[in-house]
């Protein structure tokens, strides 16, 4: 089965800019979960979906957001980017997810986000 | 509120020796899981063990088990026979409502 899959891998941009970022997830994993990472910060949960629908949200700004679509793939955008947005974006698919999260995440490889 | 605390940002071990790395952990709930995920550099965050809350024998896998104390709410990881590829960022999680909920994790070195 192929993994947890992230494109771009790497980006660039500018403050003010906006950015999305995609991620497919294993076949057959209907939860996909979102997570920003920084040094010293560890994971910060972003937001988690389940057929297409936003079940839990971290605390970040409104400036991010995000959507799943029918087939499971998920994307996310940040909306009028600053300098502390920069990080390695996470995404992680599980089969149903939950509450509690008992499901085994799989993780992508990232995407790591610059903005200057 | 749920927390996980990792208190050791890094950890050196000798090859072949025994290593463990600490977390405790924060919660009101009765059902909750744990999970330590190894993340190399460069490489793709995976599962090392995982946790149920109710189970009282501690999880092991191959080199790898846990020391979990509930009443403390401590989850630490053992490492025994340390290998070259165990180097890695190591992250505790507790599961949360549809999300884990991470530590800030240990930076694991081993020394050839």
């Known amino acids: 089965k192929a993994g947890v899959t992230q494109t771009p891998r790497y980006l660039i941009k500018t403050r003010g800019q906006q950015v999305t970022l995609s991620c497919s997830p294993i076949?057959?994993?209907?939860?996909v979960s979102w997570y920003q990472q920084t040094p010293g910060q560890g994971l910060q949960f972003l937001f988690e979906?389940?057929?297409?629908?936003?079940?839990n949200k971290g605390n970040f700004p409104g400036r991010f957001s995000g959507r799943q679509f029918s087939n499971s793939r998920s994307e996310m955008n940040v909306s009028t980017l600053e300098l502390g947005d920069s990080a390695l974006y996470l995404c992680?698919?599980?089969?149903?997810?939950?509450?509690?999260?008992?499901?085994?995440?799989?993780f992508g490889p990232g995407t790591r986000l610059t903005v200057l | 509120a749920q927390t996980v605390t990792q208190s050791q940002p890094e950890m050196s071990v000798q090859e072949a020796e025994t290593v463990t790395l600490s977390c405790t952990y924060d919660?009101?709930?009765?059902?909750?899981?744990l999970f330590w995920y190894k993340q190399p550099p460069s490489r793709q965050m995976i599962l090392v063990i995982r946790?149920?809350?109710?189970?009282?024998q501690n999880a092991t896998e191959n080199r790898f088990s846990v020391n979990f104390q509930k009443a403390a709410k401590s989850f630490s990881l053992k490492i025994s026979d340390s290998q070259l590829g165990d180097a890695a960022m190591y992250f505790c999680a507790l599961s949360g409502t549809y999300k884990y909920i991470f530590g800030t994790g240990t930076r694991l070195k081993v020394l050839a």
């Open positions: 992680a698919s599980s089969l149903l997810g939950g509450s509690p999260m008992a499901d085994e995440q799989f």
């Open positions: 076949s057959g994993h209907r939860s």
């Open positions: 946790q149920e809350a109710y189970k009282q």
């Open positions: 919660t009101s709930e009765s059902d909750y899981y």
């Open positions: 979906y389940f057929s297409e629908t936003q079940r």
